[in-house]
């Protein structure tokens, strides 16, 4: 089977453990393709030296660290996702239509523009640690911060080229970018949403789920389509690209859902976040507004009286909140939520791959079944 | 004449100041273009709120202004290039190749992105007033402002591909929206060094030119480019693009020097800044770059003094400061290298446009130049 990434399909075949191995190779790959972007888009150094210390590559004065220093970077989900439907379409097309290159541009994209909302978000949530590590904002000042976030959403769409840059070109980079733009969109929707939620006394499950369909599973949903897209390399109603793209979105709602409950209830060491430190903030996640719906009426009124507060919770409020969600089973009640989109992410994912003999040759399809199923059961 | 913009084209054919009319006739026409792409593209309704609070259309509140209510809104200068570079070149090779409603499109992005970049030079620079209404991040806050400018920076490269969204389409909006994505990362080249001159002493005027170059040149280059790019349709390296590349970059560089030098001696009225701010709050602009390099050791140490303090200059500071600048005669130099810039733009245009008879037929490169003279010689 040739591959536009062989020594990860090597990983997957046959592997008892291989998406796990997968997500690694393709961390490692990701990573080196995102350096060699930011070598060849971003042409000043100030600005390369300040994504590479967000990145966990450069200290904050910008000398590389030594690779056993190099902080844990991101899990380099979404391009993992892209790499991976397009190898699964292109395996159910007959493995014609290969666009190497391009699927490994756009997969960096999708990289780079996840992180230019990282490097807003803590701006905008004043968040001092990311992966344990001060924050671009912190380390440089807001105003520089702003700046370099911009860069990287530019550097996100100037990539989808590729590295060969091939203009007078191809049709489908067009299509990648317009649908990459339109995911940086919905981002910004979810994202005014969340920061809204800030202030607002009575979100509900709903006005949260319409949140997260934003702010986190609009990219996942490009990664998943635009991977597709360029093993069909023609986006015409025929094709299984729109269910594709609902396995994306499905995936990524149950994924940061796990997130929340992740965010309450993680181990520290597994997650690299603080313990509570959503509580801490009366970040209104998924398993708190499952609380205020469920719980009987005096344990409601009292977390709604800790989450009106206009300053962190005390350690002390931090445990009141905890035993309220507790007693009233929410980390149950939210992983239901979180399964219930796994589920949905499976059911778009084999209408996407087509009738079962050929999902059961195709060894990516498999692959992304795994990863649908650790993306709401993983611990960290 | 075909055009694809028949009422501005009437208004440039035969009339003695038919520059400033081509320049209100575009405004209208992007206006009305911006607010179709914001309700096409923004389906949050409540950035597509403040968006249109920030270009002057709605009150704070979201509710629409009566037309007479209406603030005075930007220039448009980049879309009236794009599309002034693209009629100049589709009448120069024959009027085929007409791509209008991408080119609307296009130009239209330019000003999305150039307002993108303004709502955040607001945030970092700590400005109350635009054109004297509250900026966007003092009216909602900094951390929405930031998402509204993303919002605005997503929807500039969803808006290139036009209104009808032409899929599998068009190859040359795969090429603009990548230079857009240049374009956009220049700027953030040159912010970076913007946002670093605050607190750096020794800032010579090569530093300046470059920053320029990113900070405003950028984006009116790709104005140029782009516009004329759709007119020959095809990015090869033998059709004068490069001249028109240049020819915006040059005249970016003009207009960003003049409006140095009216953010100095401007006059409020026609400006619509507050006189002297540039000086109050000690921006390095060219004239008083100028002026440390020209003026007399004496005033260059007094002036050097002013400039090292940390907090706003009181009037009678400004007064001194204004006193040094014009014994050196920096606004006359400043405008020198307005001048300059001019001319190599006006030079850089007559190769774009080819052999002297096709210039002389070609009422859009007489607009072109024009607007040129205006960039640099404008009171407002």
Redo the contacts between chains.
């Keep these: 089977m040739p591959s536009a990434l062989p020594a990860l399909a090597d990983q997957v075949a046959g592997c008892p453990t291989y998406v796990q191995d997968y997500l690694a190779a393709c961390a490692t790959r990701i990573d080196a393709e995102i350096a060699q972007v930011l070598e060849a888009?971003?042409?000043?150094p100030?600005?390369r030296g300040a994504i590479t210390y967000h990145f966990g590559w450069a200290g904050a004065d910008f000398v590389p660290l030594p690779a056993a220093q190099r902080a844990a970077g991101g899990k380099r989900l979404r391009p993992a996702l892209a790499l991976l439907c397009y190898e699964c379409a292109r395996v159910n097309r007959g493995g014609a239509g290969a666009e190497d290159e391009i699927a490994i541009a756009f997969a960096t994209a999708l990289e780079l523009v996840h992180n230019y909302s990282l490097i807003?978000d803590d701006?905008?949530?004043r968040d001092l640690l990311r992966r344990g590590r001060p924050t671009v904002w912190s380390v440089y000042g807001?105003?520089?911060a702003?700046?370099?976030g911009?860069?990287l959403?530019?550097?996100g769409?100037?990539a989808?080229?590729g590295r060969g840059?091939a203009?007078?070109?191809?049709?489908l980079?067009?299509?990648l970018?317009?649908s990459?733009?339109?995911a940086?969109?919905e981002?910004?929707?979810g994202?005014?949403r969340d920061?809204?939620f800030e202030t607002l006394d009575d979100v509900t499950v709903d006005m949260y789920l319409q949140m997260i369909a934003g702010k986190t599973a609009a990219l996942i949903a490009c990664a998943t389509y635009g991977g597709a897209l360029l093993a069909y390399a023609?986006?015409?109603a025929h094709q299984p690209l729109p269910a594709y793209a609902e396995f994306g979105c499905q995936l990524g709602m149950g994924f940061q859902i796990r997130d929340d409950i992740l965010g309450i209830w993680g181990k520290e060491t597994q997650t690299g976040k603080a313990r509570g430190g959503d509580i801490r903030r009366r970040k209104k996640s998924l398993p708190v507004l499952l609380a205020l719906q469920e719980a009987s009426p005096g344990a409601r009124a009292r977390l709604r009286a800790l989450y009106a507060m206009t300053t962190d919770l005390t350690s002390d409020q931090e445990r009141k909140v905890r035993s309220i969600l507790d007693e009233c089973g929410a980390q149950a009640l939210a992983q239901r939520h979180a399964d219930l989109h796994s589920r949905r992410a499976l059911s778009a994912l084999a209408r996407a791959a087509g009738r079962p003999e050929a999902r059961r040759e195709n060894p990516f399809f498999g692959a992304l079944e795994q990863l649908t199923g650790l993306a709401t059961t993983r611990t960290g």
């Design positions: 888009e971003v042409k000043d100030w600005l807003h701006i905008q949530d807001q105003a520089q702003i700046n370099v911009n860069c959403h530019a550097a769409f100037a989808c080229r840059r203009t007078g070109g191809n049709v980079v067009g299509e970018i317009a990459l733009a339109t940086s969109l981002m910004t929707w994202q005014r920061l809204m023609d986006p015409s």
